[in-house]
């Protein structure tokens, strides 16, 4: 459990993911910390149960591994017994799950140590905000593995550090540091030593006090008018713009920041 906060009695713990509730924010931890929480087909299918049944007072999910590593990736001593077949219905498995996390109903923030490894950097990467500390690497070992990514890492991950460099890091086996993958667009925040689950707390419970409506058009909106083409991208914006700022909540909110009753931005 990250320090200072004490679960609620809805706390539960089952043998491959650690759950447990904080205020509005859902802690989830990868828990095979002896094989550095290699995502086997049974914690993907603890995730996939996780991520279906998001309760309906959440308001942010934060993922993190337990033990010293976030993730491994894939399980290899599964890859070992899977013939071309099995192995699409795997990977799109995988998608199905990893798109249950990239389009949650509520943010979800990766707190990332150790090794974020093949899978384990694509499971991160469904995540809408990354947290790393100075422990945390990124590689890309499926090169040397003679595999592919498979989670939907070619998709997600160019749009997050270039082409370019994952394909350097899939041909020469280049693994990123921590202070490295916050300037090449990894991840968005580091921490000091051991800092990123309370960091990724502390986001979380911020997030969740967000309007829903700004929460729905930043996850489920915003993704989808980058991809658009210019036009439909500013009509899509238009309309998702409309319907927030009709909501009540929106109009609750800017009113009290005409009334001097809630904070101002400041400079960090
Ligand atoms: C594993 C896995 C795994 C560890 N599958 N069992 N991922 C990789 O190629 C990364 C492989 N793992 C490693 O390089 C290292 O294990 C680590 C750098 C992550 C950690 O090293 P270390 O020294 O702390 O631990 P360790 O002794 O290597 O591992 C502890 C145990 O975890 C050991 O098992 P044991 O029974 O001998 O104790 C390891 O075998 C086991 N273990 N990683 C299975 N990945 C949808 S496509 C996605 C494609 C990919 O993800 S490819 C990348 C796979």
């Excluded at 149960?49 to 033990?67: E, L, M, N, R, S």
């Amino acid at each position: 459990m990250h320090s200072g906060n004490a679960p609620s009695a809805a706390d539960a713990e089952s043998a491959l993911l650690t759950i447990a509730r904080v205020g509005a924010v859902l802690s989830v931890g990868l828990n095979r910390p002896a094989k550095r929480n290699a995502l086997n087909d049974g914690i993907m299918l603890a995730i996939r149960q996780c991520f279906t049944d998001i309760p309906a007072d959440v308001g942010a999910v934060v993922i993190h591994g337990v033990g010293g590593h976030f993730s491994a990736g894939l399980d290899l001593s599964e890859l070992r017994e899977r013939d071309a077949t099995e192995g699409l219905v795997h990977s799109q498995t995988w998608h199905r799950v990893f798109d249950l996390i990239q389009y949650c109903r509520v943010p979800v923030i990766a707190a990332l140590q150790g090794a974020v490894i093949g899978g384990g950097l694509e499971l991160a990467c469904a995540a809408h905000i990354r947290v790393a500390d100075p422990s945390a690497y990124f590689a890309l070992p499926e090169g040397s593995r003679g595999i592919f990514v498979g989670g939907g890492g070619s998709v997600r991950l160019p749009r997050l550090i270039g082409v370019a460099r994952m394909a350097d890091m899939m041909l020469t086996g280049r693994v990123y540091s921590a202070t490295d993958g916050v300037v090449h667009g990894f991840t968005q925040y580091l921490t000091e030593a051991g800092g990123a689950l309370d960091k990724a707390m502390e986001l979380g419970a911020r997030v969740a006090t967000n309007a829903p409506l700004t929460n729905f058009a930043v996850l489920q909106a915003l993704p989808m008018i980058a991809e658009a083409n210019p036009q439909t991208g500013l009509l899509m914006e238009s309309l998702m713009a409309t319907v927030a700022q009709s909501d009540q909540e929106a109009k609750t909110r800017i009113r009290a920041f005409l009334d001097h009753k809630t904070a101002k931005v400041r400079p960090t």
